[in-house]
């Protein structure tokens, strides 16, 4: 019995300037990363036979993109994006909810109403200042059904 392929997942596209780029990254990496539903950040590898895209701890990305008592950080989101052509951040199964970021709260619903939960989120720079930000993902899992309750029985 073959199962059925999963819906295509719901995308969005924004573009993006560098200072809202910078507010997106901020709460990617210092609300997001702790949380349960987050997976990983990647980058894409040089050498693509091992696999397409290589682990950057939360560690690193602080470090080259937003540093502690950082300056210039504009320059540094510039210079790792001319280093990287792309950062991905990937979620669990259920996804991160839309919601608990508010640059995306504020842009998905008038884009994409059924884009709930974010499954994969993709920041690449196209122009000068210019980033493109593509979020996949699709609508929310609906809770498990809960067992219906049965009165007690009398011995």
């Not at 709460?27 to 693509?48: C, T």
């Not at 540094?76 to 839309?98: D, Y």
């Not at 690449?124 to 210019?130: G, I, L, P, R």
Request: hydrophobic share 40%.
């Amino acid at each position: 019995m073959k199962r059925a392929a999963p819906p295509p997942p719901e995308r969005v596209q924004l573009d993006l300037d560098l200072v809202t780029v910078k507010e997106l990254l901020r709460d990617l990496l210092f609300r997001e990363a702790g949380q349960a539903y987050f997976k990983r950040l990647a980058i894409p590898r040089q050498h693509r036979w091992l696999s397409a895209w290589r682990t950057l701890s939360t560690y690193q990305a602080e470090k080259q993109l937003l540093p502690v008592g950082g300056r210039d950080t504009n320059h540094l989101i510039q210079q790792f994006f001319s280093t990287h052509a792309c950062l991905r951040a990937e979620f669990c199964e259920g996804g991160m909810p839309v919601t608990s970021i508010r640059l995306l709260r504020l842009h998905c619903p008038a884009l994409n109403a059924a884009l709930e939960r974010i499954h994969r989120l993709e920041c690449a720079v196209t122009a000068q200042d210019v980033y493109h930000v593509l979020l996949l993902g699709g609508p929310a899992t609906p809770p498990a059904p809960s067992p219906p309750l049965t009165p007690p029985q009398k011995p």
